[in-house]
Each structure stands twice: as structure tokens, then as C-alpha cells.
């Protein structure tokens, strides 16, 4: 089984320059901050795409793989809700393009030095329950942060109480983080696991 280990190995630690990558997503979420405080909705950092860049940043920083692999996880939801709901919808400013093209672009370009564990997605999907909790608990019902408040707008005729609509929407989001973390498993594995892959090669 492999050790989701959430610390590089001592022996390939990244340089000073990959660990200062994290300075972009820092500035993205600072650049949406900004934003929603200007127009009083600091509610909405709380959404995964938008913690997430804060998380990628602290994971560069530390040298924390882990949090880096649940940002980047993340990023690729994230990015397909903003295009639905926030692009199509209102329209691209700055601050958001870049908190999602941007923080996606400096996630692939991490998970590529980092790789993907196979349990990268479990770690992504608690993150997740704990940001819909502490949304819930923090913001306004009427942001409906992580739709942590009610029923999606959208779905109120499918769904007709919050607790069946959350938990077909928990089990739907498990499905995607388990596809998206096996794919980029697929696309970039640790080294651990390339190195075991080969140790069973030579065996046969």
C-alpha cells in the first residue's frame, strides 16, 4: 500500500524556485479577497476553487505534497463550476479568471514535480466535508457557500429536503475526486510507485 507520506522524501526535496511557484496562487487569493471585500461577500473564499489556491500556496511553501494534491484535485471542479456558473453566467473578470485558469495552470505544473498517490482523493474529499461544514457554520445562507445552506436552485424540483439532495451530491462529488485523483494518478504517479512498478518488472 502506498504512504500518502504528506512531506517530500528527504532525498528529493524541490529547489527554492519550485517552492516559490507558490507566490501565484497566494496572489490569486489574495486578488479575489480583495474582491469580495469590495462588494462585502468575503463568504465566497470558503469555495473550494477559492481556498484551494490558498491551500496549493501553503503546500508549496512547506514542502507539504499532500496539500498540494488536494488543491490541485480541487482545481479541476472548480474550474468546471466557474465556467458554468460564474462565466457563461456573469461573464470572466480578472481576479476570478486567474484564481481558476491560474490556479490550475500552477496545479498541473506542481502535481507534474509532485505526483498523485492513490489516496490523494480521500484526503480531497474530507477537505471537502470540512469546508462545507465550517461554510455552513460561517457564512450566510443566502451564499449558499459549497451549497452548504439548502438545495441548488436548479435542483429544487429533484430534490425536495437538503439532507437527500447533500447526500446524493456528497456521494456524486466522492465519484468525481475518486476518477480525477486516478487519472492524474495514471498521468503522474509518485515516484514511490514508478519505482515499485519497475522493482516488480525485474522480478518476473
Known sequence: MED????FP??????????LVGLFPLAFFLAQTAHYWRINELGHMLWMCNIGNLVLAIGLFLNQALLIRVAVIWMFPGVMVWLVYVALAWGMFLSSTLAHLGGLIVGIFAIRRVGMDRAGWRYALGWYLLVQFLSRV????????????HVDPGWQQTFNAYGKFWLVLTILTAIVLWIIGTVLHRLWPTKRTVESIFQSRTKI
Not at 4 to 7: D, R
Not at 10 to 19: E, H, Y
Open 4 to 7: 500518502p507520506s504528506s512531506t
Open 10 to 19: 528527504q532525498n528529493d526535496l524541490p529547489s527554492l524556485w519550485f517552492r
Open 138 to 149: 460561517l457564512t450566510p445562507a443566502n451564499l449558499n457557500v459549497n451549497v452548504s445552506h
